[in-house]
């Protein structure tokens, strides 16, 4: 079977393959190493020019795709029936829980204004102080998957009141459902957002959303931009009634003189929640995983259903 992988380094990574798997690099779509209509296993590249649109139809002996990223949303809608998708769901629970911790802590601490001043080389130790802190606040986190555990367990010692909400009300593991957003909404000082894109989520965070926050709210995307409504976060902002960190926007990149670059409370960081230099080490751990049980015929784990 012929397997293309998106990464030189990933060959001493995978551990021990069957003898019939034939492993090729394949970076982009344009140097392709082979003729794709051979490809059995696709693990697509984690930041490339390859697209899912120009491929697939090429791919024709195609029966499964193991994505390096959380999210599967740029795929859904393209992958045939008769192929099988996989997120890297758990590889990017570390990664992602520390983007968040340190944005947290940065925006109450009010890092990047002491950044700022830096460049300036002024000391102003009373500009901003006394600031907010994590210390005992109360935290809304929407998105109860394996990224939020690990936001959860990280936030842990800060003595923080955690609240979690999912798609669905879990009552026997104390998750809200979304439809408890609006009761929710007034009494927290962090919100984090760790959701998928879907059509339900996309453009959840609206005026009224926004608007239902505290003041001195602090948002933080560290899912995809267009979960928020960015008109209405602008507004919001531009008010300097809650502040912000993002590691996500829309559009996406963020161009030159869009108005989000300038607010004093906002913190961004261009999606890098998740490249840290352990990403390929354990995206491609579960990469190995998934095709012995491939090749062994057993189900693949982290399928993503239809409508995901």
């Not at 990224?147 to 009141?161: K, L, Q, S, Y």
Request: include cysteine.
């Amino acid at each position: 079977m012929k397997v293309w992988i998106a990464h030189e380094e990933g060959r001493n990574l995978l551990g021990g393959l069957p003898d019939d798997v034939q492993l090729e690099v394949c970076t982009d779509a344009i140097s392709l190493p082979s003729d794709p209509a051979d490809v059995g296993f696709w693990v697509p590249p984690f930041v490339s020019r390859v697209s899912g649109t120009d491929l697939l139809p090429k791919m024709t002996a195609l029966r499964a795709i193991q994505l390096l990223t959380a999210g599967a949303d740029a795929w859904t809608g393209h992958v045939p029936a008769d192929v099988t998708l996989c997120d890297a769901r758990g590889v990017h629970d570390a990664s992602t829980s520390e983007w968040v911790m340190t944005a947290v802590l940065a925006a109450l601490r009010r890092f990047a204004f002491f950044v700022r001043a830096q460049d300036r080389e002024q000391w102003s130790p009373r500009a901003v102080t006394p600031t907010p802190e994590l210390t005992g606040g109360r935290v809304l986190l929407i998105g109860a998957g394996s990224i939020g555990r690990a936001i959860e367990d990280r936030m842990a010692p800060f003595e923080v009141t955690m609240t979690r909400v999912a798609r669905t009300a879990r009552p026997d593991e104390g998750v809200h459902g979304v439809d408890d957003l609006p009761s929710l909404l007034p009494d927290a000082d962090v919100v984090v957002l760790v959701v998928p894109l879907t059509e339900q989520t996309r453009g959840m965070v609206d005026g009224g959303f926004l608007a239902a926050l505290p003041d001195g709210a602090l948002l933080v995307n560290a899912s995809r931009g267009p979960v928020v409504d960015t008109a209405a976060l602008l507004t919001e902002l531009a008010s300097g009634r809650i502040s912000a960190a993002l590691d996500v926007t829309d559009p996406e990149p963020l161009p030159p003189g869009h108005p989000l670059w300038h607010l004093p409370n906002v913190l961004i960081t261009p999606h890098v929640g998740g490249n840290v230099q352990g990403l390929l080490r354990r995206g491609y751990a579960l990469v190995g995983d998934q095709l012995r049980r491939f090749t062994a015929g057993d189900p693949l784990i982290n399928k993503v259903a239809n409508g995901y």
